[in-house]
């Protein structure tokens, strides 16, 4: 890497590593929509299936990086870029969402009833994950079009899953927690949603800096039940259970250090969007608290969880927790190098600059394919070698490594913000 700076390096990763990738072998150019059921390595699809949450990922991705080539800031077509995220948009909107705004969990490649390796139909589900993804991808097309056509749809979802997680026990597939249990995850995705819905009417109002922003008040709602998690120590709590009883629980003692990363910086974002930045040095202070809980110091990188310990309570998120506690994983990696440099760099912190280095290194050395696959490799085993197995739904996913990169360039780009 010698003393290319990180903009430079993620700049490079995406042009000439990431996106070359999928827009060759993720765009459908038939049915519409994107293939994105890889292995982990990228040298096989597994399926033609797609999944809801992929597809509006990568209709984000795709105009987010429109947004980045029209200011020089990539070395792409920005019109290319954004005729394949529309018709990805105009797959979701022709198959994947219902008249109420929820949306469908997994479709065939033609947008119909998804098999499973037998040819019998997949159980019809619903996410709210799967729902927020598709309405931040409107979104963020929105925001480069500036065209409001996509806005009252927008807002029909994601008012749909800030109302379901707030009655409790929302729909969580793939890893549904049991009920009573109020999941992080759930809180961050509906701020994210908010942070997208707001910036979207905000780009298409062109609003004067002195008007209220569109959506103030229910993104700051969301705001302040995300960093409810925050613990003193700087952590977040995964999961708050509401038995007593279920205190001494894995489920509820378990910490996702990357989950919290990635929280801190939507916070960090959204307080500024509202001009409401009294809890930032605390939000800032815990960056370091956090990459310290999850550090391997044998291996290196980041855990996936910490805290596994406690009484077992059984179900699909737990079981995943104990499976999956040591592995390595791309997002984890991406979110926390773009955390722990905002962190720095924005707001000043050197012992955040500092993880930023160690976490960078870490990440380069370790998820580019290079002689292991394709892309990246973005599932790894505790000591980095790859881990062929699904985690979370089988797909490989461009989305968290490809915004991240784009984040860093954006920070980085002298005078820009988000």
């Given at each position: 890497m010698g003393s290319e700076r990180p903009e430079q390096i993620a700049r490079r990763q995406l042009e000439d590593v990431i996106l070359p990738f999928w827009l060759e072998n993720g765009i459908d150019t038939e049915h519409g929509g994107f293939h994105t059921c890889f292995d982990n390595r990228g040298r096989r699809r597994l399926s033609t299936n797609k999944f809801t949450w992929s597809q509006g990922r990568f209709v984000w991705l795709l105009a987010r990086a429109a947004r980045l080539a029209d200011r020089g800031l990539l070395r792409f077509d920005s019109g290319t870029l954004v005729r394949h995220a529309e018709r990805g948009a105009a797959f979701l909107l022709d198959h994947a969402i219902g008249p109420d705004g929820r949306c469908a969990y997994v479709l065939d490649e033609r947008g119909g009833t998804a098999l499973d390796a037998k040819g019998g139909p997949l159980p019809a589900e619903r996410s709210i994950f799967a729902d927020a993804f598709v309405a931040m991808g409107l979104a963020e097309?929105?925001?480069?079009?500036?065209?409001?056509?996509?806005?009252?749809?927008?807002?029909?979802?994601?008012?749909?899953?800030?109302?379901?997680?707030?009655?409790?026990?929302?729909?969580?597939?793939?890893?549904?927690?049991?009920?009573?249990c109020s999941g992080f995850g759930a809180r961050m995705i509906v701020l994210n949603a908010r942070l997208d819905q707001a910036r979207a009417h905000q780009a298409v109002s062109a609003r004067d800096?002195?008007?209220?922003?569109?959506?103030?008040?229910?993104?700051?709602?969301?705001?302040?039940?995300?960093?409810?998690?925050?613990?003193?120590?700087?952590?977040?709590?995964?999961?708050?259970?509401?038995?007593?009883?279920?205190r001494d629980t894995i489920l509820a003692r378990h910490r996702t250090p990357g989950h919290a990363l990635e929280g801190i910086w939507m916070a960090l974002e959204a307080g500024d969007l509202l001009g409401e930045t009294g809890d930032h040095g605390d939000l800032v202070a815990g960056v370091s608290a956090l990459c310290e809980s999850g550090w391997d110091d044998e291996h290196g990188g980041l855990f996936r969880y910490v805290g596994v310990s406690?009484?077992?309570?059984?179900?699909?998120?737990?079981?995943?927790?104990?499976?999956?506690?040591?592995?390595?994983?791309?997002?984890?990696?991406?979110?926390?190098?773009?955390?722990?440099?905002?962190?720095?760099?924005?707001?000043?912190?050197?012992?955040?600059?500092?993880?930023?280095?160690?976490?960078?290194?870490?990440?380069?050395?370790?998820?580019?394919?290079?002689?292991?696959?394709?892309?990246?490799?973005?599932?790894?085993?505790?000591?980095?070698?790859?881990?062929?197995?699904?985690?979370?739904?089988?797909?490989?996913?461009?989305?968290?490594?490809?915004?991240?990169?784009?984040?860093?360039?954006?920070?980085?780009?002298?005078?820009?913000q988000p």
């Open positions: 097309l929105t925001r480069y079009t500036g065209s409001p056509g996509h806005l009252p749809l927008i807002d029909v979802i994601v008012q749909r899953i800030a109302d379901d997680v707030e009655a409790g026990d929302p729909p969580t597939p793939p890893y549904p927690l049991p009920p009573g800096p002195r008007d209220a922003l569109p959506y103030a008040d229910e993104l700051r709602a969301a705001r302040r039940a995300m960093v409810a998690h925050r613990e003193e120590s700087g952590l977040f709590t995964e999961t708050f259970v509401a038995d007593p009883g279920m406690g009484r077992p309570s059984g179900g699909p998120y737990e079981d995943l927790v104990r499976r999956t506690w040591s592995t390595k994983l791309w997002w984890v990696h991406t979110e926390a190098a773009y955390t722990t440099l905002l962190a720095a760099e924005r707001y000043g912190d050197r012992e955040a600059a500092r993880w930023f280095d160690r976490i960078w290194d870490y990440t380069l050395g370790t998820f580019p394919g290079g002689a292991d696959g394709e892309e990246w490799v973005q599932i790894r085993d505790r000591a980095g070698a790859p881990l062929d197995e699904v985690v979370a739904l089988p797909v490989k996913d461009p989305y968290h490594i490809s915004r991240n990169l784009m984040q860093i360039i954006e920070l980085r780009a002298q005078g820009d």
